[in-house]
């Protein structure tokens, strides 16, 4: 199967208004603009409904036409000699006569005729229509009329609006602005309302009475772009994402009044300076800001490319960008750009150096990422450690943010994050075939998002940065990132007391970052202690294996028999650890007696009933201190104490120590005792592990709790259909490490907590 470069083809993700702005945008935009304020408005007007009447104009029939032709030419002819000239025998032929008459009555009703059978002549109006060869036609109708009284000369609110979505409320005649003045009408009309009056047309309207009124509200946003070449110069453009387009007659209006653009200006300042919780809790977002080198930088970068467009010269690009074309960018600009990235451009590796996260990160960001992960590519984020005068994010955003990089990392093998060193960076680096691209300015990617419009006025700006020092910048980010996974890695080994959750300790984050590096001396340190330690407790894992097979062959061996099914799972163990200890250094002395033991178990009658349980000899308890130890548990599970913590442990190990002992009758009244603490959702937030998996068989299922720092396990307790129920309390292993209760240690850690 070939591979799929789309990631559309893979995830879809949803379109955010922001980039269908920027989208809108890039079609009018200036080089030397940027986009500095974003803002949402409601625009109010008013809508009337009319019932008008109008005169157009209609065709004459040919019979009309050649009476009146008739007429005309002789000033006046009776009915007669009209008839006559007809070739219609009007003495004698009533039909036809009739047939006449209703022509031209019909005339003399529209004010083309008068006079009587004896004598007919021609009206001034029946001139007219006589020279067009038509007649007046009056009807009634309904119409509408949308007018904002604060802006008179906007006609074209209709037209602007048509497609919008709109809301409507029904408005007393009396308290309205209606329009009354039926000149006024008509000029609202010829644009709003064609049907009723259209000069071209000849459509008159005659009157207009008012039948009701209605309030009118738009949701429209307001972009406000601002001159490289002239701080004190901005132009607005009105867009409505209802139908993803410019309202060209709204951006004029608001464009041609100063003051409302300043308001608007105003709007977006106190907007970004106010307390949002949703957006992180910033107390504080400047806006003013002295410009640095890197901006001053840009800016002339975006004056010399205009200029260089508008006298037709080539602009000179990076010879390995294939990937992007402009080499500046603003905030609105640059958003697109990402939207790009993430979407279209299908990169091996995206990193992000962004000095501060924010609520964008969970709503935005993260979502951005997640397709290019599940297509199993890499994106790297960093982030700085806190500034002691930075504004801070509320403690609830803050572990939303937190969780949200936790669960991509737990999620996602190929997801990094770092937190480095107080640093003021923004990059992005995009990497594919080989190929670097990096940007590099003043948007903070990981806390701004441009989704949230009017929430900030800024100078934002990304530059595209030569493919060199992208290249550099790539090295010296794949060191920083080996260093701090290099860390954590030998760190959760050191700390680990279990050595098979050492042995299953991956180093694959480390392994991707080896390959692509080319400095592998850095490595060496690392690889040299992993190896080391996850080797020796991959050793320890297996003589520990090893020991409780030896006391299980031995058992069998000492009994005489083993039964089929008995004796098929000791075999697959025995493979099992013999396979594995060749990539291990496991003592040949060990794996001669277990070689030994086995050859004498191979040997034993196999016996088609199941031979006595062997396996609990050591496990749990002796028979002469069960009864004892049993009924102490008995009584822990029947008291069913939650108060603390403390006690559900003891119940969890209480429950744990009958299980395993067979003291119940079946799994079934071992379940009655395990739902009495799954269904109280205050027991079970103290646990910081809930899992399941099916047995062997495959028709129940083994619980894992972990609770007080031990790891307990219930074997074949839950029937299988109760998966579904279980899944909502379900809670994944984490990074905390528990001491695994077996069956060695059970009696004892049973013990233990008694006497705790």
Known sequence: MEKNDNINDTVVMETTVELRIAKAIASVKRTSERVIGITNIDYTYERFTYNGTTVRPEPITPLERAVVGIIDIDGDASLEKVGKILGLDILHDNAEKDMLLEAINKMKGYGMLEGDESYFSLTEKGKVFAKEGERPVTYTKDFTISYDNKHPDYIYLDADFSSSKLVFETVPISSTTALNDIHTIKAFAEMQAPSVQNEKNRYILQSATLKSAESIVANIFVVILQSIRDENEYRVFAYDDTQESILPHLSELIQNEREW??????QCIKKSLTLSEEDGGW???????????????????????????????????NDLETLHKKATYDQVSFEFEL????????PDEVWVISPFVSWSFVKVRAKQFEPLLKANKRIFIAYSEPYDNRPTISPEAEQAVMNEIRRLSKTYPNFYYVELPKFHTKQVLEV?????????GSFNVLSFDNVSAGRKVSREEMALVHHQVAISKHQEYIKTFTDIYSKRILDEINQS?????????????????????????IFVDF???????????????????????MERINQFNANGSVDQNEFKTTSVLYQKLIKGSVALTISSTTISELEKAYTNFEKLPKSKNKTKDVSNKNSVSSLNTFGSLSDQAMAIINASN???????TLYV???????????????????????KILKDSMVTSVFSVFDYTPNKNGKMLDITIGIGGYSFRLLGICPINMETKLRTIRIPKGTTRLENVNLKNLENTFKTLINK
């Open 527 to 549: 690889y040299t202690e992993y190896d080391e330690k996850t080797l020796q407790a991959k050793n320890t894992a297996w003589y520990e294996e090893c020991e409780e097979l």
């Open 642 to 648: 939650f108060e603390n913590e403390r006690n559900v």
């Open 339 to 346: 939207d790009k990235i993430f979407r279209k451009d299908n």
């Open 261 to 266: 653009i300043s308001h608007l200006l105003e």
């Open 432 to 440: 594919k075939n080989g190929q670097c691209v990096l940007f590099n």
């Open 497 to 521: 007391k279990n050595p098979k959750d050492v042995a299953e300790i991956k180093s694959d984050r480390i392994d991707y970052l080896y390959q692509i590096s080319e400095n592998k001396d």
């Open 283 to 317: 107390t504080v977002v400047p806006y003013e800001q002295e410009k640095n080198d890197v901006q001053k930088a840009i800016e002339a970068e975006l004056v010399k490319c205009e200029d260089e467009e508008t006298e037709g010269k080539e602009i000179e690009g």
């Open 653 to 675: 190990s209480a429950l744990n120590f009958l299980y395993a002992n067979r003291a119940f009758k079946n799994p079934t009244e071992g379940m009655k005792y395990l739902k």
